[in-house]
């Protein structure tokens, strides 16, 4: 008699890690012309630092977003940022006409998987965390390919240590 083999089971998360001195934690491509994305996401302790120039510590690091507008990401993008100031803050973080801005949007929890979407809309970009929603203004009304962004750390600092991310798509 053949028992059954046991099959790994897949949860389809990703880890992304940004290793010492480096600011990204991939070079991996991704296109697609949807204007609706969710993912878990889980920060670990290792999203704990402390930045060399302690100015630099209210950097907002990049977590995961799109290009928009059929452009360059540093011309016009959408992401969720990240930054260790006493807690693990999430922010909304913008590149618009070359110009950034970015602005708050919760704290969470580390070892805890937390729900992100992003629906692009003409007008704007409704950001979630959760239940908490913020809306933030959008300068293009297409809906061209646009391409993925991950994680990466910094500003003008490298990460200090490795940091670790869990992502999976919902």
Same mark, same amino acid.
């Given at each position: 008699?053949?028992?059954?083999?046991?099959?790994?089971?897949?949860?389809?998360?990703?880890?992304?890690?940004?290793?010492?001195?480096?600011?990204?934690?991939?070079?991996?491509?991704?296109?697609? &012309?949807? =204007?609706?994305?969710?993912? +878990?996401?889980?920060?670990?302790? #290792?999203?704990?630092?402390?930045?060399? %120039?302690?100015?630099?510590?209210?950097?907002?690091?990049?977590?995961?977003?799109?290009?928009?507008?059929?452009?360059?990401?540093?011309?016009?993008?959408?992401?969720?940022?990240?930054?260790?100031?006493?807690?693990?803050?999430?922010?909304?973080?913008?590149?618009?006409?070359?110009?950034?801005?970015?602005? &708050?949007? =919760?704290?969470?929890?580390? +070892?805890?998987?937390?729900?992100? #979407?992003?629906?692009?809309?003409?007008? %704007?970009?409704?950001?979630?965390?959760?239940?908490?929603?913020?809306?933030?203004?959008?300068?293009?009304?297409?809906?061209?390919?646009?391409?993925?962004?991950?994680?990466?750390?910094?500003?003008?600092?490298?990460?200090?240590?490795?940091?670790?991310?869990?992502?999976?798509?919902?």
């Amino acid at each position: 008699m053949k028992l059954p083999s046991c099959k790994k089971i897949n949860n389809n998360w990703k880890n992304f890690t940004i290793k010492k001195g480096k600011h990204r934690s991939t070079y991996a491509l991704n296109y697609s &012309k949807d =204007t609706m994305f969710g993912w +878990s996401i889980e920060f670990d302790s #290792s999203a704990i630092y402390k930045t060399v %120039d302690s100015l630099n510590q209210l950097d907002v690091n990049k977590l995961i977003g799109w290009s928009d507008c059929g452009e360059d990401h540093l011309e016009n993008s959408i992401r969720f940022g990240w930054r260790w100031n006493d807690s693990l803050e999430i922010h909304w973080f913008k590149h618009e006409n070359g110009e950034f801005s970015f602005e &708050k949007i =919760t704290s969470v929890d580390l +070892s805890k998987p937390y729900s992100y #979407s992003i629906n692009i809309h003409d007008w %704007d970009y409704e950001m979630r965390v959760n239940e908490v929603v913020v809306h933030v203004p959008r300068n293009c009304t297409n809906h061209k390919r646009k391409y993925q962004l991950y994680p990466y750390f910094g500003g003008d600092e490298t990460a200090p240590h490795d940091i670790k991310i869990k992502i999976k798509n919902i």
